[in-house]
């Protein structure tokens, strides 16, 4: 069983940033790819950022490429989302989540391939 327990969200003022880490139970933490997904209040979840097993690969929403950062550190079991210049737009819960075993090739994994997910932490932007 494999746990992810999300960290860092918070109430920040547009143009502001925050950094998320999501750090995971268990030994096998650095043969999966992560992924990180927002779900705001009436929408359904979506896809933000993922990076491969490795860290070599990243992949990001057309919404948040060039102010998000997607990272991990394997010494740590932790993923992190450095999210810079956020906007209103960007208040939603955001979920951390397992991907496939040794993916490399994060931008055409498909979303039933993340199985474990974290319980979610709120980022909330004002204006």
Do not use: H
């Not at 990001?60 to 990272?71: E, Q």
């Not at 906007?87 to 931008?107: L, S």
């Amino acid at each position: 069983q494999v746990q992810l327990v999300e960290s860092g969200g918070g109430l920040v003022q547009a143009g502001g940033s925050l950094r998320l880490s999501c750090t995971a139970s268990g030994r096998t933490f650095s043969s999966y790819a992560m992924g990180w997904f927002r779900q705001a209040p009436g929408k359904e979840r979506e896809f933000v950022a993922a990076i491969s097993w490795s860290g070599v690969s990243t992949y990001y929403a057309d919404s948040v490429k060039g102010r998000f950062t997607i990272s991990r550190d394997n010494s740590k079991n932790t993923v992190y989302l450095q999210m810079n210049s956020l906007q209103p737009e960007d208040t939603a819960v955001y979920y951390c989540a397992r991907g496939g075993y040794r993916r490399d090739r994060v931008r055409s994994a498909p979303k039933s391939e993340y199985d474990y997910w974290g319980q979610g932490t709120q980022v909330t932007v004002s204006s």
